[in-house]
């Protein structure tokens, strides 16, 4: 099997860059999330049960319980952790140095710390999915950069250290999980627009935040539609299996799968950094050879084939195509495709009930799980031989003992991710061993393993429900609210927000699936805006010369309920057109009764107003002081600078590589290594070549005293 060097360099740079943009995210947004002011006040969460120090910190892991002690608040903590986040994960995309374990585990921490007093605006899948992704960074990151190994990897292995390439397995496991999950609760969710193929007709302009180009999609035929549906449960259920193929070829095809799957939908929707995150996850479906596509190795290699080898080659060929015939026969057969020429439209339908589907999944899950125990028995006894080829006896000991490990962590963490994994069919849930459900329970406040299952069911079928807050000065005469991201103004084009994720607009689309009572945070927007707070201000219009009522608060507050739908291809400067349902929030103003009631229902009275411990402090004055110099730009653009900032350095370095090289004293060195195999005679057989001296050869070395 080929290396994994290259796709764990790619994977700790994808993680850093999305820890990038999910602190930056972040960072802009809480003043008027969490802080004293905001909808939602970090400080509730943190309130000392007088329990000790430690215990305290295991119970609710975040680091901003040490706070107070650098003179700043809840809110300012966490601003401070944001920004650090933000810096640290640039440094470790941009520098090899900072991929180190410690790094990873820093901004782990950093996430977690926030996620304990996000509260409903943080409860979401990927940042779930990030916690998981970044502690697996931690096991996959190196504990010394590459340059400073004494000893190299060399070609076909995993790495230089035996162990390197166990956590990376992990890393395709929570693919494997993530898809597959995703794939079977769409149908296990009972949806008739899943089960009915209709699922695609809806989603695009009922999705959270759509771009203008779903607009597009959402017009596409519906035979179209359904024949994505198809293509969907191919991809997320059928293929994921493919992971853990000992065929190159189908491991590289799923790749390119679920990347054009992701593609797809970050065109069409804007989903922050979660599809970002699941490109990284693919990364664990790549090696070396593909990435490193070196010319002429593969046509060498066919030319030294022997005949054992060209009948291995010849079987795993026919083996794939039997896999391809078997998912095209598959596919065809449940879902009964027919191509009609004459409209030439493809027909689909399922041709499988609810019951034929659990069945099938109760027989399945199971033996998946065993194939992941398969998978993992592989890689450890590779991982095994590779200590043995490793030489000398103190190098033999350390890498025993790094084996010893990053194995044991590698099979707890399986057995942790079990569990969630087997939420997909409550029978083998049931059957799992118990020790794993107890070591589950230990650590599943750390988030170190999680379930998923997205889009589980389709909303908006008849139309897309959408609140629209409005505000009055005397009760009669009401001005709508237009948020900067979600649906309002039926002329303003969808906007594209993508990485950022504007959690108010998020949580603004989940309110709307039902009444008030179920979205308490709701009440507390609409006291901060009667009050007038800027910080929650600004997560509506980030110009607060843009928002109504800007000059004054509003007297009156409320909402109703719309239902949205896309314009039709002819409508001219129209993206939505809507139709006004009910009143989802009662007019209410400042000490109104009712709006009284609400607040004290829900716990969020400020009994106890916030003492300004911190305002006077050196550090909350630099975090004051930073804040005022960012305010001014938008969070996508932010999030964008950043980004264009980090591909004007990689075109920096990438300039001053070659010079870099040249004034290295180990470029001779390095060059050797790099220097293909001599060509071997026609007439040689196998045995009689005579491979090229290793750099680490005495041979070598004395060639380099002599240059």
């Known amino acids: 099997m080929a290396g994994s060097r290259l796709p764990r360099q790619l994977f700790l740079q994808g993680v850093a860059a999305v820890f990038m943009f999910a602190f930056a995210s972040l960072y802009t947004q809480i003043p008027g999330l969490y802080g004293p002011e905001g909808i939602l006040p970090a400080r509730r969460m943190l309130r ?7 215990q305290q910190l295991w119970e609710t892991p975040t680091l901003l319980w040490e706070a107070p002690r650098l003179g700043l608040d809840t809110a300012q903590g966490l601003e401070l952790l944001s920004l650090l986040g933000a810096l640290l994960a640039l440094g470790a995309l941009l520098l090899s140095p900072l991929r180190h374990p410690a790094v990873f585990l820093l901004l782990w921490a950093a996430y977690l710390s926030a996620c304990q007093v996000g509260q409903v605006f943080l409860y979401f899948q990927w940042d779930s999915l990030l916690l998981e992704t970044g502690f697996l960074a931690v096991l996959v990151a190196p504990l010394r950069p590459a340059f400073h190994r004494k000893q190299a990897p060399q070609r076909g292995q995993a790495g230089a250290l035996p162990h390197e390439g166990l956590p990376f397995w992990l890393v395709r496991w929570l693919l494997f999980r993530l898809m597959f999950a995703s794939g079977v609760v769409k149908l296990t969710s009972r949806c008739p627009a899943w089960w009915g193929l209709t699922a695609l007709t809806y989603h695009y302009e009922t999705q959270c935040l759509p771009t203008p180009a779903a607009w597009f999609a959402h017009h596409l035929p519906v035979w179209l539609h359904k024949l994505s549906v198809v293509a969907t449960f191919l991809i997320e259920i059928a293929v994921p299996p493919l992971f853990f193929a000992p065929i190159r070829r189908l491991r590289l095809a799923a790749f390119y799968s679920q990347v054009l799957l992701q593609v797809l939908i970050i065109i069409t929707g804007n989903y922050n950094f979660f599809n970002l995150m699941t490109l990284v996850l693919t990364t664990a479906l790549l090696d070396d050879q593909h990435l490193a596509a070196e010319p002429g190795h593969s046509s060498r290699k066919k030319t030294a084939m022997s005949r054992p080898k060209a009948l291995l080659a010849t079987l795993s060929l026919l083996l794939e195509l039997a896999i391809y015939g078997f998912l095209a026969y598959g596919t065809v057969h449940y879902f009964g495709l027919e191509v009609d020429w004459q409209q030439r439209t493809v027909h689909s339908r399922t041709t499988f009930t609810f019951h034929q589907f ?14 992941g125990v398969a998978s993992l028995a592989w890689e450890l006894l590779s991982a095994l031989w590779r200590w043995t080829q490793v030489r000398g006896w ?7 003992v790094q084996l010893s490990l990053v194995g044991t962590a590698t099979v707890a963490l399986f057995l942790i991710s079990l569990v969630p994994y087997s939420y997909v069919e409550p029978g083998t849930h049931g059957r799992l061993w118990t020790g794993a459900h107890r070591l589950f329970g230990t650590v599943e406040h750390l988030q170190l393993a999680n379930s998923y299952g997205l889009f589980r069911r389709m909303t908006g079928l008849g139309g897309r429900p959408e609140v629209v807050l409005e ?19 039926l002329s303003r084009p969808p906007p594209v927000v993508v990485p950022h994720q504007p959690r108010l607009d998020w949580q603004m689309w989940f309110a709307a699936l039902g009444p008030h009572t179920h979205s308490p945070w709701f009440t507390s927007l609409v006291l901060r805006l009667l009050q007038g707070k800027e910080p929650v201000i600004r997560l509506v219009q980030s110009q607060v010369a843009r928002y109504p009522f800007h000059k004054q608060p509003p007297t009156y507050l409320r909402a109703q309920r719309y239902k949205y739908w896309f314009s039709q291809p002819g409508e001219q400067g129209q993206w939505w057109r809507r139709q006004w349902v009910e009143e989802f929030f009662p007019p209410v103003s400042l ?32 975090l004051h002081w930073t804040r005022t110099q960012l305010s001014p730009l938008e969070a996508p653009s932010l999030l964008w600078g950043l980004l264009m900032a980090v591909g004007a350095v990689r075109v920096v370095q990438a300039l001053l590589a070659p010079w870099s090289l040249r004034s290295s004293p180990s470029a001779v060195a390095i060059g050797q290594k790099h220097r293909p195999a001599p060509q071997k005679d026609s007439g040689a057989t196998s045995e009689q070549a005579t491979p090229a001296p290793s750099p680490c050869s005495s041979s070598s070395r004395t060639t380099r005293r002599k240059k």
Request: aromatic share 10%; glycine share 10%.
């Open 358 to 371: 659990s069945q099938w999944l109760k027989t399945l899950t199971l033996p998946t799980v065993w194939l």
């Open 591 to 622: 000490g109104d009764p009712v709006l009284e009631t609400l607040l004290r229902q829900f716990g969020l009275q400020d009994k106890n107003p916030p003492r300004a411990r911190g305002a006077n402090s050196t550090l909350a004055q630099a």
């Open 394 to 400: 103190l190098r033999k000991l350390s890498a025993a």
């Open 48 to 54: 000392p049960q007088g329990k000790g120090r430690w």
């Open 471 to 489: 505000g009055s000065y005397d009760g009669h005469h009401w001005t709508e609210i237009e948020f900067m991201y979600k649906p309002g103004n």
